[in-house]
């Protein structure tokens, strides 16, 4: 039914969803095992292609080399900010004088952050080869190739977020939007996927009336979505408090209102996730791929609930701030590949 060139498109759109999804959870281990600052300069790893393993590796004076670098690095950023109207952000980052601390060597966080950075260029190469192979649909379907160029010139943006990451040595908000961007490349890829399987096979789509469904979707992934900038703020104010020196059974207290809302707003997707689930099986069959989907969801939703639980009532241990992470970016996949499927109905 797929021409050669469309099934080879197709794969790697598929395959570069997948590593997508492996950056976030790379990106999650490198953030509950503190190993961001793993690697003190990018792209290299103390300027070597393959980092050290022991100290007596290192290069001789590395550590006033690389602030010197980050320092000078932090004033561009610090200018491009000011220049889009953001100069308070722009002074903290001059003034923030522990953005320059240095972080002593550990073998097994460098290779955490190194590793991470491997599935990153992998990621970068997949989207490329997709872009490459798009340009099969420049006349049947060209949206697919505009957006699919589109997403490699976003993961160069993000790539450069990610150097912004390391010489800002870690500031919050930079981390936040760095993982906010890797969900637009997400989405994006899921988008050029999801055209690309219904161009000529609309099976899928074949199915009863599903408007108010698809605007019930919406709803539930914009509310995902504000959900999640909130827990993105909470994870700051957790970072905030864990670099403060705060026992970790106090950080639920001290987080205050912003854990309040994304908990109410968490109660609140869970509703709707349940409400759109019931709908779904309704109106379409259990074999279809909008019910499958839908159960994933429900499943999925679930499983965050349980995470959230464990992060508040077991003083926000790391490994479930991975999950609460990963599981919360399928969430965000499952829930946006369901609203493009029932965004059409065809007898």
């Not at 979505?225 to 970790?248: N, Y």
Request: glycine share 6%; net charge positive; aromatic share 12%.
């Amino acid at each position: 039914m797929f021409p050669a060139a469309e099934k080879r498109y197709i794969r790697s759109n598929f395959i570069t969803i997948v590593v997508l999804f492996l950056v976030i959870v790379a990106g999650g281990i490198v953030r509950s095992t503190g190993s961001g600052m793993g690697c003190p300069d990018w792209p290299k790893c103390f300027n070597r292609i393959i980092p050290p393993t022991d100290v007596s590796q290192l290069p001789v004076g590395y550590e006033e080399h690389y602030i010197t670098g980050r320092a000078k690095k932090n004033e561009r950023f610090a200018k491009m900010i000011e220049f889009f109207g953001y100069r308070d952000l722009a002074n903290k980052i001059r003034h923030d004088k522990s953005i320059l601390e240095h972080e002593d060597f550990n073998v097994a966080k460098t290779w955490t952050e190194y590793i991470n950075r491997l599935v990153g260029v992998v990621a970068g190469f997949c989207l490329l080869f997709t872009a490459i192979y798009s340009f099969t649909y420049i006349k049947s379907k060209r949206s697919i190739f505009i957006w699919s160029v589109i997403n490699v010139f976003v993961v160069v943006v993000q790539a450069w977020l990610g150097s912004i990451v390391v010489s800002t040595n870690l500031t919050p908000w930079v981390i936040t939007v760095h993982m906010l961007l890797a969900l637009v490349i997400v989405a994006i890829s899921i988008y050029t996927y999801f055209k690309a399987t219904t161009l000529r096979d609309k099976s899928i789509l074949v199915n009863r009336d599903s408007k108010g469904l698809k605007l019930l979707a919406s709803i539930s992934l914009v509310l995902m979505v504000v959900q999640v900038v909130f827990g993105t703020e909470v994870r700051e104010i957790v970072d905030s408090l864990t670099a403060l020196g705060v026992p970790r059974e106090d950080f639920i207290q001290r987080i205050g209102q912003h854990f309040e809302i994304h908990r109410w707003l968490a109660y609140s997707s869970l509703i709707l996730v349940i409400v759109l689930f019931f709908l779904v099986r309704t109106k379409f069959s259990g074999s279809t791929v909008q019910a499958k989907y839908a159960t994933l969801l429900f499943i999925l939703v679930g499983i965050q609930m349980l995470s959230g639980i464990i992060l508040a009532r077991f003083a926000i241990p790391a490994f479930a701030q991975t999950t609460h992470l990963v599981i919360g970016s399928l969430l965000f996949g499952c829930q946006y590949y369901l609203m493009l499927l029932l965004g059409k109905s065809q007898r």
